[in-house]
């Protein structure tokens, strides 16, 4: 079966001047993707690249098999889903409004995250960080697509709705085969669900593998991070790897539903 989505020697970047360079990667349906690399490694511009957001330099991006060259829009049709690093939720409606707009199956969304029911009447604004990023994987989950790009699952959040967010995508590749591209900081932990890896290292991919092929290269992984490193690593509180990362201004806008604070 041909990868939901595949990358053959891909770059892009940004006013013309490449970012990433020759990227091959590849999901399959069903499989949940991690991407790793440290703060300005090229993370959200390689997810921006595959989104469609960014335009490609070389190489080409294949969906199904299909090369395309298509905008995001189009490539959400065709069952792509993007989302950003700040919360894809409208912060000045309440859930039960969020999880009507933009084709979502709000049956389905509560069905993933039962624990949105109870809060349904809440303005997202309102909410913890931990629960508008549930709102965010619900209302991505709940439109059903093919491909899942989440970049920065769960940046800030703590350690036990970090394994409810990452369960959750784990179980949509199980259940749904929905093949999932995630970046994502907290990596032990993603090592346990993740069937793959990949380290990006100043634009490049650097190491690929199983988590067991990378815990056998666990000094590889780190030295990444080292060599990119603009931030010293943190530790979290529950002894988590989790390197710091911050946001990134001025990029494309992402899809509609951009939050507001
Ligand atoms: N809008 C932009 N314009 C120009 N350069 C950018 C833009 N956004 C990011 N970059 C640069 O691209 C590189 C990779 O950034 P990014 O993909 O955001 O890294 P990561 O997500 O891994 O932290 C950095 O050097 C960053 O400064
Ligand atoms: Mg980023």
Redesign the pocket.
Known sequence: MSAALQLDGFSTG?AGHP?VHDLNLEVHPGEVVALF?A???????TILGIAGELPPHAGQISLFGQSTKARLHRRARGGLALVTEERSVFMRMTVRQNLLVGRCDAKRALELFPELDRLQDRRAGLLSGGEQQMLTLARALARRPKILLFDELSLGLAPLVVTRLINAVRAAADDDGVAVLVVEQHIQRMLRSADRVYV?QRGRIVISGTPDELAANAAAVEGAYLADAVVPATTTADDETCVA?SQ?G??PQGPTEKGKT
């Open positions: 940004y970012v690399g703060n300005g490694a090229g993370k959200t511009t990006l990362s990134t001025g990029r």
